[in-house]
């Protein structure tokens, strides 16, 4: 199994910026992509930032040039560095991983969120 667990979490005005954390720990091979994703309240969870191992980025065009994804793939944890806020960015944040947990067996995993609130 694979724990993720995030941090960063927080409030912060219209404009600020914030950091998300997420560490994966458990057992596992290894992990191919790792990424965010958030859900506003009344709306369906929506990816915002993945990367791939090899380093490949893909980000949902609301956060493109305002968002920066990176990975420390020697400690298995994911990062999003989130400036220039706005209060539509809004919502539980969650981690998302794909691991290997056997020779041919890969599953996706979820952590528990982090709470960001934007202020106007």
């Known amino acids: 199994q694979v724990q993720l667990v995030e941090s960063g979490g927080g409030l912060v005005q219209d404009g600020g910026s914030l950091r998300l954390s997420c560490a994966a720990s458990?057992?596992?091979?290894?992990?191919?992509?790792m990424g965010w994703y958030r859900q506003a309240p009344g709306k369906q969870r929506e990816q915002v930032a993945i990367l791939m191992s090899g380093g490949d980025v893909n980000y949902a065009d609301s956060v493109r040039d305002r968002f920066t994804i990176s990975r420390d793939n020697a400690e298995n944890m994911v990062y999003l560095q989130m400036n220039s806020l706005k209060p539509e960015d809004t919502a539980l944040y969650y981690c998302n991983a794909y691991a290997q947990i056997s020779r041919e067996l890969w599953r996706e995993y979820w952590g528990q969120g982090t709470q960001v609130t934007v202020s106007s």
């Open positions: 458990g057992s596992f091979f290894s992990i191919s992509v």
